[in-house]
């Protein structure tokens, strides 16, 4: 090329560049001074839809392995929920039953931190609404339509594959495919170096097996119908084999709850309880390990439960309910507070023992139980603002229940119903990725319960998924 037409190229180069620029910073100040009207005919809505679209989607994946990541995932979607409400004026959410009481519960916390004067407690209670956005948006915007829940169901279904394979892997060559080994008490740990794998497979075992298995079951064709059985037994032989008690036995209570509901699963369900017995039975055989922890230690905590570590717990966790009933002791209370010798007389207005609990026992991060953890947090009130939430969580979810054509949906009840329930031991209620399970399944139930004709919110779900 000649000197001459190179010179001339680089300058229109140079001259598109800064036109290009220039048209980019005039389209950026032209969108910040759009009224409102014409910012909800823009494309940045659309794109902050498929923004929240892929923090949903890959939510599950980041609590599967990264606390940090989750965290920071399920952060974002709310932010980028708030801006697209206020960008299309979409507020009727705020209108939904379960909003009132998690906002009361939400502002107690926050007065309970400020009474403690704990730095970190205040910064967590002004954090904590960003939990219930995930429940907002999920209800609301991303999970509204079929495909996108459809999706979401897939994602943990393949991840539930996954963690399947290396229980059984790490099973029958005592490593996983990372190297790890069993827990020390004979636990399997699935994909996880830690004993994480039965709660992970209990959040993806009912949203994503159970539907493949319960439209299996429901098929006329006996092929499929053995395949889904096959998978169903697989699944709960695999639980059992992880040595995980609460695991094990929440799983066979939401399996409980779904033969009362759907009638085409009640003799598999009669099928995988004598298959589980047997595989109890042989437990001292093929894992000596699991059967010490899951039937003999189970069986002496619930004989001694008011002196093992678990009864500490709860004790300690009571007796500060009832010695700071009205405010609670604050975000992460317990944990700040259980250290300390604790006294309660109130249990004798009820012709009960007072509650004694000494310096140093029955202490942990959280007191290992969803209602004990909001009571110490928020007091009495803030616990009947999270059972009022709850309550209408699983009352949205229930329309429409027994005859609803779609197993999902029926599904997402079902774990609600069984992470929900109050009489068991859990993780903390408020940290990831036990919040961001809770608080997805709830709007993912909500959002599946208004999906088909004749529910009590599908006359609003036209009108929300025209701003999707």
């Given at each position: 090329m000649p000197p001459a037409a190179?010179?001339?190229?680089?300058?229109?180069?140079?001259?598109?560049?800064?036109?290009?620029?220039?048209?980019?910073?005039?389209?950026?100040?032209?969108?910040?001074?759009?009224?409102?009207?014409?910012?909800?005919?823009?494309?940045?809505?659309?794109?902050?839809?498929?923004?929240?679209?892929?923090?949903?989607?890959?939510?599950?994946?980041?609590?599967?392995y990264s606390r940090a990541l989750s965290d920071i995932t399920a952060t974002t979607l709310g932010c980028f929920f708030l801006?697209?409400?206020?960008?299309?004026?979409h507020w009727r959410w705020l209108q939904s039953p379960w909003v009132t009481p998690a906002a009361v519960l939400c502002?107690?916390?926050?007065?309970?931190?400020?009474?403690?004067h704990e730095r970190g407690a205040l910064a967590q209670a002004l954090c904590l609404p960003r939990l219930f956005l995930i429940t907002a948006a999920a209800q609301n915007w991303i999970l509204t339509q079929n495909k996108r829940r459809l999706v979401l169901g897939g994602i943990l279904f393949v991840l539930a594959l996954w963690l399947i394979s290396q229980c059984w892997e790490q099973y029958f060559t005592g490593v996983n495919l990372t190297g790890s080994h069993p827990w020390v008490d004979g636990s399997l740990t699935g994909p996880f170096y830690k004993p994480r794998a039965s709660f992970m497979f209990l959040m993806l075992f009912f949203p994503g097996i159970m539907p493949v298995v319960i439209t299996s079951l429901r098929s006329k064709k006996p092929l499929l119908w053995c395949c889904g059985l096959g998978l169903l037994?697989?699944?709960?032989?695999?639980?059992?084999?992880?040595?995980?008690?609460?695991?094990?036995?929440?799983?066979?209570?939401?399996?409980?709850?779904?033969?009362?509901?759907?009638?085409?699963?009640?003799?598999?369900?009669?099928?995988?309880?004598?298959?589980?017995?047997?595989?109890?039975?042989?437990?001292?055989?093929?894992?000596?390990?699991?059967?010490?922890?899951?039937?003999?230690?189970?069986?002496?905590?619930?004989?001694?439960?008011?002196?093992?570590?678990?009864?500490?717990?709860?004790?300690?966790?009571?007796?500060?309910?009832?010695?700071?009933?009205?405010?609670?002791?604050?975000?992460?209370?317990?944990?700040?507070?259980?250290?300390?010798?604790?006294?309660s007389s109130f249990p004798k207005a009820f012709n009960l023992p007072a509650l004694e609990s000494p310096a140093g026992a029955g202490c942990n991060i959280h007191p290992h139980n969803y209602y004990l953890q909001v009571s110490t947090t928020a007091g009495l009130p803030g616990l009947l603002a999270f059972c009022l939430m709850v309550v209408c969580w699983l009352k949205a979810g229930a329309r429409g229940l027994l005859s609803?054509?779609?197993?999902?949906?029926?599904?997402?009840?079902?774990?609600?119903?069984?992470?929900?329930?109050?009489?068991?031991?859990?993780?903390?209620?408020?940290?990831?990725?036990?919040?961001?399970?809770?608080?997805?399944?709830?709007?993912?139930?909500?959002?599946?319960s208004a999906a088909y004709p004749g529910s009590a919110g599908f006359s609003e779900r036209t009108t929300r998924e025209k701003y999707n």
């Open positions: 190179t010179m001339t190229w680089m300058m229109k180069s140079r001259s598109d560049s800064q036109l290009s620029l220039f048209s980019i910073t005039r389209g950026f100040f032209k969108v910040q001074n759009m009224p409102l009207t014409k910012l909800q005919h823009s494309q940045l809505p659309a794109w902050l839809t498929t923004g929240g679209t892929l923090c949903i989607m890959m939510l599950p994946l980041f609590m599967f801006l697209h409400c206020a960008i299309t004026r502002v107690l916390s926050l007065i309970s931190s400020l009474h403690v037994l697989l699944s709960v032989v695999t639980m059992i084999l992880i040595g995980q008690r609460m695991g094990t036995v929440l799983m066979l209570f939401g399996l409980f709850l779904t033969a009362l509901l759907i009638r085409q699963f009640r003799w598999p369900f009669v099928i995988t309880g004598v298959c589980a017995a047997i595989v109890l039975a042989l437990l001292p055989v093929i894992s000596p390990a699991t059967y010490a922890k899951l039937v003999i230690k189970f069986s002496d905590q619930l004989r001694h439960f008011s002196t093992s570590d678990y009864g500490q717990l709860f004790k300690k966790a009571t007796i500060m309910t009832l010695n700071h009933p009205a405010l609670g002791l604050g975000m992460d209370g317990f944990r700040h507070f259980c250290h300390e010798s604790m006294h609803t054509p779609y197993a999902q949906h029926t599904m997402l009840f079902v774990v609600c119903c069984v992470v929900l329930w109050p009489v068991t031991s859990t993780s903390a209620l408020f940290t990831f990725p036990t919040a961001g399970w809770i608080f997805l399944f709830a709007g993912w139930m909500m959002a599946a």
